[in-house]
């Protein structure tokens, strides 16, 4: 891969960021001087636009068109107010957010000029804050759209550009939710057609700062999301992973009168290296060593963690043999479960979701309690456009608890809801473990887990997906592969995506799919054992062990050699 000297000179010349321009110089006058390495860099970085799509931007922070930087924001936000204006009107309303990482306020403040100087109406958020305050925000100002900058748990060097629908824009069903086709692409169209980013005019003044009543009426309508009656006596370990959610959620957990809670000071002031970790994702190895060994020091009853910009949740409890970390299906069962209580309590209808990757139990809580279930592709901007949503989850710890309030997955209102839920079981004597194992009981014992393959070839991705899909295998488990479904022409129920389902004659099942935001080849196993009156201990036991095998089984079927 080699790049264009015209077109990383232009770039240069057109970069309204001083940093990111000398950079590109001294990258470029390296690779002039035989540096193998800089002309690789340079090739890489001039590749092409970072790709605007259903999750907008997200990418390395450095100069260059296929990196976050504020020429490639510039552009964005132009785009995006040039759709806006054709699709909506001239006076679109915009709000604006962003997290703690480096230069988001600059891109967030960039944005509002640009929406500012193109004549519509720009509100920015106070400070840096959660995303679920800027899905908030879209629903309670009638905005017909919603710019949030945050790359959420990933790296450091990252970040992001994400992208909402509202108001005018949109119908109800999508009316505070991420971007969907063919928006993305109306957009990208918009963002292609822009002039260089330093030819972009941009407003001096003009745009308005959102009030601290925002912040006041989303911790409000979290915290009435919840019964007022029930029991508080809990003490919860908290950590917001270097993110932005410690104000909020301290207030949230507060006036819902949860007072006994201790915070992890090391990682509860936002701070973009995310020092403490290797990986700011509360769904890694290790993230939460810090919470669940202060959890073990207070002798806590909870922990739950945020990630970077508090829109995941993440749930550790304490057990016979030492602290356990919740599964995303698992905290997902357990909230589920509440969701459709409630809503039969109140003689309510309407709909479960999860995204296909998710375990299949929601769908069983929903059917027994006579609620409706839908399944949709991966990402909240699918399961939040669900008609009649009471409830929705992805297994990525990605939780809708309260669709009325955030059309978007909230780790601060899941958190909310996770710790009614634990006091409530503790007054009765029983915990969050009691409650899965009685959901066991009750459907059966779904258990999944993943096999995840991380590339630097990314030409190996859809080698490994052409491969499974061209020779699939005949058994996993011990069991005949039954169904082999390729969603890549989409089905009567879910638009085309890239990915493959293996269904086995045990009920098993497997889906494969590339990530949509790291190089990885991902899998999605779940083994489904009858309970049947056993001990469940032992119906754990043999699930795990089977799960194990699945891995295995997957792990050799992944391979291009074999």
């Known amino acids: ?301 909870l922990v739950i963690a945020s990630d970077p910009d508090a829109d995941r949740a993440s749930v550790a409890i304490p057990g016979p043999r030492g602290w356990h970390q919740l599964s995303g299906d698992e905290i997902g069962a357990i909230l589920g479960e509440q969701a459709a209580q409630r809503t039969v309590a109140t003689g309510a209808q309407g709909n479960l979701a999860s995204s296909i990757v998710s375990s299949r139990l929601l769908a069983k809580i929903a059917a027994h309690h006579g609620l409706g279930y839908r399944a949709t592709l991966t990402g909240f901007k699918w399961i939040a456009r669900v008609p009649q949503l009471l409830y929705g989850y992805e297994e990525a710890i990605g939780f809708c608890v309260a669709p009325h309030n955030v059309k978007d997955k909230d780790g601060l209102s899941a958190g909310l809801l996770i710790a009614e839920t634990a006091a409530r079981l503790k007054a009765e004597g029983v915990g969050l473990a009691d409650e899965l194992d009685r959901l066991a009981a009750l459907h059966g014992l779904y258990l999944t887990g993943p096999v995840t393959i991380r590339v630097e070839d990314l030409s190996i991705i859809p080698a490994t997906m052409a491969k499974v899909r061209h020779n699939p295998p005949s058994e996993l488990i011990g069991s005949p592969v039954t169904e082999v479904i390729d969603l890549t022409q989409g089905t009567a129920e879910l638009p085309p995506t890239d990915a493959v389902v293996l269904h086995t004659a045990a009920g098993d099942r497997v889906i494969i799919r590339p990530s949509g935001t790291e190089p990885k080849v991902k899998c999605y196993l779940e083994v489904i054992t009858p309970t049947s009156g056993r001990d469940i201990a032992d119906v754990r036991a043999q699930a795990n062990a089977r799960l194990a095998q699945f891995k295995a089984d997957m792990s050799a079927v992944l391979r291009l050699d074999s």
């Open 1 to 301: 891969m080699t790049y264009d000297v015209t077109a990383v000179r232009t770039w240069i010349a057109h970069d309204p960021e001083e940093t990111t321009a000398k950079e590109l110089t001294a990258l470029l006058e390296l690779a002039e001087n035989g540096d193998p390495n800089a002309s690789a860099e340079l090739a890489d970085r001039f590749q092409g636009f970072l790709e605007f799509g259903t999750a907008g931007l997200r990418g390395e922070m450095a100069g260059g068109p296929h990196r976050m930087n504020r020429a490639v924001v510039r552009r964005a936000a132009y785009g995006l107010t040039s759709w806006l204006t054709k699709k909506v009107a001239a006076d679109a309303l915009v709000v604006i957010g962003y997290d703690a990482r480096y230069n988001s306020a600059d891109f967030a403040h960039d944005t509002a000029a640009i929406v500012t100087a193109a004549g519509a109406r720009a509100l920015l958020m106070p400070r840096a804050l959660p995303t679920p305050l800027l899905a908030f925000a879209v629903r309670q100002y009638g905005a017909d759209a919603g710019v949030m900058v945050t790359a959420s748990h990933n790296p450091s060097r990252d970040n992001g550009y994400k992208v909402y629908v509202g108001g005018r824009s949109v119908d109800e069903d999508g009316n505070g939710v991420q971007i969907v086709p063919p928006i993305d692409a109306e957009i990208a169209a918009e963002i292609a057609a822009a002039p260089y980013a330093d030819e972009i005019v941009l407003a001096e003044s003009g745009w308005e700062i959102i009030g601290e009543d925002l912040i006041d009426s989303y911790i409000s309508a979290t915290v009435a999301t919840i019964p007022a009656d029930t029991p508080r006596d809990l003490r919860i370990v908290y950590t917001a992973m270097h993110g932005v959610g410690a104000e909020v959620m301290r207030r949230v957990l507060s006036d819902a009168g949860f007072t006994d809670v201790v915070e992890v000071a090391e990682q509860n002031t936002p701070d973009p290296d995310f020092p403490t970790v290797a990986f700011p994702n509360p769904e890694e190895a290790g993230a939460l060593d810090l919470a669940i060994g202060l959890a073990e020091e207070v002798r806590a009853d």
